[in-house]
C-alpha cells in the first residue's frame, strides 16, 4: 500500500537547546496559530497580539511575526496600519471567488477519481464519507469541545484529500493543498459555526464517486459544494451583525 503524506496534524512541539532556528521556530509558529484560528480558539475579527502571542508559546516575537506575516500572504489575516491585525473576517466575494476556486479544483478530482481509482480506494471512501457524517452527527448535540471538532474537520479534510490522491493527477492533487482551498472551507465554517448537515451528506457524495460515471461524480461533488457555500453565506450575514468596528478584543 502507498504511503500517504499526513495531513494538516498537529504541529510538533518547538526544538530546544541552544541553537533552536528562527526559521524552525516560525514554521512551527505558523502551524500552531494556524491551527488556533481554524479551531476558533482565534475567532475571525479578533485583534492579534505578537508579544500576548510569544509569551504564549514560549518564543520570541521575530519568529511569531514571521508566521504571522505568512498568515496574511495567505489570508487567513489582515493588517491596517496604525490598527493592528486581526484574524480576517471574510466578505460574501471572497466567500465566492474560494467556492468557485474549490469547485474547478475538486469537481476535477472528482471526475478523475471515479476514472482512476481503485476498488479498494473507492471502498475506503465510502467508509470515509460515512464515518464523516456519524462525526458530524455528534457535533450537531449542545456544545462542542473545540478540540472534538477540530478534530473532525481534520477527519473531514483527509476525505477530500484521498479523492485528490485516487485522481492519480500529483499536480492537481498539490493545487488543491497549495490554494488552501479546503483550509478556507474549514475556516468559514469554523465562523459561522456550520454543523448541521443532513445525515447522509458524504455518504451521498462518496457513493457517487465511488460507482457513479464521471459525469455523475463531477455533478455530486458541484452539488456538495454549491450547497455548503449557501450555508456559509447565510451564516456570515449573521456574522458581520456581531463584528461592527475593526478591532474585537
Given at each position: 500500500?502507498?504511503?500517504?503524506r499526513?495531513h494538516?496534524?498537529?504541529?510538533?512541539p518547538?526544538p530546544?537547546?541552544l541553537?533552536?532556528?528562527?526559521?524552525?521556530?516560525a514554521?512551527?509558529?505558523?502551524?500552531?496559530?494556524r491551527?488556533?484560528?481554524?479551531?476558533?480558539d482565534?475567532p475571525?475579527?479578533l485583534?492579534?497580539?505578537?508579544?500576548k502571542?510569544?509569551k504564549?508559546?514560549?518564543v520570541?516575537v521575530l519568529?511569531?511575526?514571521?508566521?504571522?506575516?505568512?498568515?496574511?500572504?495567505?489570508?487567513?489575516?489582515?493588517?491596517?496600519?496604525?490598527?493592528g491585525?486581526r484574524v480576517?473576517i471574510?466578505?460574501?466575494?471572497?466567500?465566492?471567488?474560494?467556492?468557485?476556486l474549490?469547485e474547478?479544483?475538486?469537481?476535477?478530482?472528482?471526475?478523475?477519481?471515479?476514472?482512476r481509482?481503485?476498488?479498494?480506494?473507492k471502498?475506503e471512501?465510502?467508509h470515509?464519507?460515512?464515518?464523516?457524517?456519524r462525526?458530524?452527527a455528534?457535533?450537531?448535540?449542545?456544545?462542542?469541545?473545540?478540540?472534538?471538532l477540530?478534530?473532525?474537520?481534520?477527519?473531514?479534510?483527509?476525505?477530500?484529500m484521498?479523492?485528490a490522491?485516487?485522481?492519480?493527477?500529483?499536480a492537481?492533487?498539490?493545487?488543491?493543498?497549495?490554494?488552501?482551498?479546503?483550509?478556507?472551507?474549514?475556516?468559514?465554517?469554523?465562523?459561522v459555526?456550520?454543523r448541521?448537515?443532513?445525515?447522509?451528506?458524504?455518504a451521498?457524495?462518496t457513493?457517487?464517486?465511488?460507482?457513479?460515471?464521471?459525469?455523475?461524480?463531477?455533478a455530486?461533488m458541484?452539488?456538495?459544494?454549491?450547497?455548503?457555500?449557501?450555508?456559509?453565506?447565510e451564516?456570515?450575514?449573521?456574522?458581520?451583525?456581531?463584528?461592527?468596528?475593526?478591532?474585537?478584543?
Amino acid at each position: 500500500m502507498n504511503k500517504r503524506r499526513a495531513h494538516f496534524a498537529f504541529p510538533p512541539p518547538p526544538p530546544v537547546g541552544l541553537h533552536r532556528r528562527t526559521s524552525s521556530l516560525a514554521v512551527w509558529a505558523y502551524t500552531e496559530i494556524r491551527n488556533r484560528i481554524l479551531r476558533g480558539d482565534l475567532p475571525v475579527g479578533l485583534a492579534i497580539s505578537r508579544r500576548k502571542l510569544a509569551k504564549e508559546l514560549k518564543v520570541s516575537v521575530l519568529p511569531v511575526t514571521e508566521a504571522l506575516q505568512r498568515l496574511e500572504r495567505e489570508g487567513l489575516l489582515e493588517s491596517k496600519p496604525r490598527v493592528g491585525t486581526r484574524v480576517r473576517i471574510p466578505t460574501r466575494e471572497s466567500i465566492e471567488e474560494r467556492c468557485q476556486l474549490r469547485e474547478a479544483l475538486e469537481t476535477q478530482a472528482a471526475r478523475l477519481f471515479a476514472e482512476r481509482a481503485t476498488k479498494a480506494e473507492k471502498r475506503e471512501l465510502r467508509h470515509m464519507g460515512r464515518q464523516v457524517d456519524r462525526l458530524y452527527a455528534r457535533c450537531e448535540k449542545g456544545t462542542v469541545e473545540r478540540n472534538l471538532l477540530f478534530s473532525v474537520n481534520t477527519y473531514h479534510m483527509g476525505l477530500h484529500m484521498r479523492i485528490a490522491e485516487g485522481a492519480r493527477c500529483p499536480a492537481l492533487r498539490d493545487a488543491i493543498e497549495k490554494e488552501q482551498v479546503l483550509v478556507f472551507n474549514w475556516l468559514y465554517d469554523t465562523a459561522v459555526q456550520r454543523r448541521t448537515l443532513a445525515s447522509d451528506y458524504h455518504a451521498q457524495l462518496t457513493e457517487a464517486l465511488a460507482k457513479g460515471t464521471p459525469a455523475e461524480a463531477d455533478a455530486a461533488m458541484r452539488e456538495h459544494i454549491r450547497r455548503g457555500m449557501d450555508q456559509v453565506l447565510e451564516g456570515l450575514a449573521r456574522l458581520h451583525q456581531t463584528r461592527r468596528g475593526w478591532r474585537l478584543k
